[in-house]
């Protein structure tokens, strides 16, 4: 059954360091977000990307967060300088939706990524 | 501004008891999806169900069942005879139309006791 895969699934690293998380999303969907999950608390929404351009972000996607689908299978979420705040599951999710007009997420594994 | 209340945090059962999961939600959209998503302790998260926002029928599967109410805004969940692994964290989510933006409520986490 095809999947979402990310990778890392876990990244230390230190604070004010650049970190890339990637994702392989499933090949036919169209629709590509990112979430993040600080340990037990909601998973709250980053962005969406369709048409290879961002079409939603939330307040916390700010301009230390960008996105890219550099070729056509990676999709890409960057943290330019990071912060202990963002130490947090971040979950990569695509969706089909193919002309329906809403569909279920499939969420990767996850990649945990720990600021010191 | 769009907006999921999921008012319990923890709900602790015995197994074989059935519980139902609260989920209200706040949109000024006229069409919107619902969606509950489980998060076992293995921590994936799984879709269970989507619900169109004109189709209020009440939904069966297995020992799961939603209850969709728009004059009240919620869509709950019920499990019966609830199992050992059942146990996990259960998500109540709103969607747009465009597909392009969920959000997710802050969860509820059920533990089923033997």
């Known amino acids: 059954e095809p999947e979402v895969t990310q990778t890392p699934s876990h990244q230390v690293t230190q604070m004010g360091q650049e970190v890339i998380l990637r994702c392989v999303p499933i090949?036919?969907?169209?629709?590509f977000y990112w979430y993040r999950q600080i340990l037990g608390q909601k998973v709250e929404f980053l962005v969406s990307f369709y048409n290879n351009e961002i079409s939603e972000k939330s307040e916390i996607f700010d301009d230390q967060f960008s996105v890219e689908r550099p070729d056509g299978s990676n999709f890409t979420l960057k943290i330019r300088s990071t912060k202990l705040e963002d130490s947090a599951m971040y979950f990569c999710a695509s969706s089909s939706w193919s002309g329906r007009p809403a569909g279920e997420l499939f969420f990767g594994e996850g990649s945990r990524l720990t600021v010191l | 501004a769009q907006k999921v209340t999921q008012a319990q945090t923890e709900i602790s059962v015995v197994e074989k008891e059935d519980v139902t999961l609260d989920c209200v939600y706040e949109t000024r959209d006229t069409t919107y999806y619902l969606f509950w998503y489980k998060q076992p302790p293995s921590g994936e998260l799984v879709f269970l169900i989507r619900?169109?926002?004109?189709?209020?029928q009440n939904e069966i599967s297995g020992r799961y069942s939603w209850n969709f109410q728009k004059s009240t805004s919620s869509f709950n969940f019920t499990i019966t005879a609830s199992q050992v692994v059942d146990s996990a964290v259960y998500f109540c989510a709103l969607g747009d139309t465009g597909g392009f933006k969920t959000i997710f409520g802050a969860g509820t986490r059920l533990f089923v006791k033997a």
């Open positions: 090949s036919n969907h169209l629709y």
């Open positions: 619900r169109n926002s004109f189709d209020e």
